[in-house]
Nanobody
Framework: QVQLVESGGGLVQAGGSLRLSCAASGRTLSIIAMRWFRQAPGKERVLVAQINWSDSNTYYADFVKGRFTISRDNAKNTVFLQMNSLKPEDTAVYYC?????????????WGQGTPVTVSS
């Protein structure tokens, strides 16, 4: 099992910045990637960014490229999402996800979510 605790959400004006954190504990050696998703009211949960644990390769959804940066602190098993130039449409609950592999099977673990509200 992997436990995830998120922090850093809040209210910010358009054009502002926020930094989300997600600390992983438990079977962290099994983690192969960590991801941030978001879910806006009435919409599906969508992938925002991903970082691979083995090589730190990253992926960004088109709607955040150039504005958001995903990074990690290996020593603390923590992943960050730096969000700059925020827009009202970035308003959502942001969820941290850890994908792990155990004996060939993949498992997904989720944080509790942290709300981000961007005012215009």
């Amino acid at each position: 099992q992997v436990q995830l605790v998120e922090s850093g959400g809040g209210l910010v004006q358009a054009g502002g910045s926020l930094r989300l954190s997600c600390a992983a504990s438990g079977r962290t050696l099994s983690i192969i990637a960590m991801r941030w998703f978001r879910q806006a009211p009435g919409k599906e949960r969508v992938l925002v960014a991903q970082i691979n644990w083995s090589d730190s390769n990253t992926y960004y959804a088109d709607f955040v490229k150039g504005r958001f940066t995903i990074s990690r602190d290996n020593a603390k098993n923590t992943v960050f999402l730096q969000m700059n130039s925020l827009k009202p449409e970035d308003t959502a609950v942001y969820y941290c996800n850890a994908r792990s592999r155990n004996f060939g099977s993949l498992n997904d673990y989720w944080g509790q979510g942290t709300p981000v509200t961007v005012s215009s």
